[in-house]
């Protein structure tokens, strides 16, 4: 049976009930995180709680209660579900009004809401094991405040799905000037000549946790150049490597983008010293 924490109470999750008039429900009004964790162990659970307040600040609401005790409700939630693979996602939304009005309301609670559900294993650095991905290519037609990881997904939804319909795992998105933002659901970098990179913070990406982390390790590692800099889409169809960054994917391969191979078509060194580097490092943020 999994457990669920609703408005300050933990509970079965057929017991969790939320109006309808939940403005998370009705307008999409509301932030969320997801945070990875394996046997009792979260990955970057700060940052998320980090940039969980920062994403409400952006829509105008508070953390509804300090960041020690979202840990806490963490904690309690992997204890009671388990400690397997879980994912922790947590939303808070601007709450419930009697009417439905594009307006902030005034004086309505957030609603707080967290649960936990199965991930994959932990993902290994391994060439034989690792899933090569393939990815098709289109244009961005989200909002303009991807920063924000708003619960309103329906623009990376749709995305999603056309990479799905296309037969493939997942859409890297380009603005109309042909540069690279992220993919549906990730943060995507590009390997070229051992030079990485990935396109800079701005309203047109999310601040992956897993791309900062990364970014983080590798600096430190200095062993190859990092650039955070505008990646044109000519440049990513002659990428040697692709990846994709995300919380429960870590650092994935991209073998495919469009029908044709990416450098050889095979998953890459750098990406296997990028990986291996990730699992070393992970617990220690
Ligand atoms: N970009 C988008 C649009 C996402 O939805 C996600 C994860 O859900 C990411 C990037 C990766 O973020 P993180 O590494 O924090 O999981």
Redesign the pocket.
């Known amino acids: 049976m999994t457990i669920v924490f609703l408005n300050g109470e933990f509970m079965p999750m057929a017991d969790a009930k939320i109006s309808p008039m939940d403005r998370g429900f009705l307008f999409g009004d509301g932030i969320y995180e ?1 945070i990875p964790s394996y046997a009792g162990r979260c990955i970057g659970l700060l940052p998320h709680l980090q940039r969980m307040k920062l994403g409400l600040q952006a829509i105008g609401m508070p953390l509804p209660m300090d960041i020690n005790a979202l840990k806490t409700i963490v904690e309690r939630l992997i204890r009671d579900n388990g400690k397997g693979n879980l994912g922790i996602y947590i939303h808070v939304s601007r709450g419930a009004d009697i009417k439905r009005s594009h307006a902030y309301p005034v004086n309505v609670a957030q609603t707080v809401f967290a649960f936990t559900f199965e991930i994959p294993p932990e993902p290994v650095a391994d060439k034989s094991l690792v899933k090569g991905y393939k990815v098709i290519s289109a244009q961005d037609l989200r909002w303009k405040r991807c920063q924000v990881k708003s619960t309103s997904l329906l623009g ?1 939804v749709l995305h999603f799905q056309q990479g799905q319909d296309a037969g493939c795992h997942e859409t890297l998105l380009f603005n109309q000037e042909g540069y690279l933002t ?1 993919a ?4 995507v970098f590009v390997i070229k000549n051992n030079c990485i990179l990935t396109p800079p913070l701005d309203h047109q ?2 601040p ?4 900062h982390l990364l970014l983080d390790m590798l600096k430190q590692d200095n062993k190859l150049h990092i650039a955070e800099r505008a990646i044109h889409i000519d440049e990513v169809r002659c990428a040697d490597e692709i990846w994709l ?3 429960s994917k870590e650092v994935a391969p991209v073998i495919e983008l469009d029908g044709k191979p990416v450098g050889d078509g095979k998953v890459g060194d750098i990406w296997l010293a990028a990986q291996r580097l990730f699992s070393q490092q992970k617990y220690q943020y």
């Open positions: 997801v990376n992220e549906s659901a990730c943060n990406l999310l992956g946790i897993t791309r960054t995300s919380s």
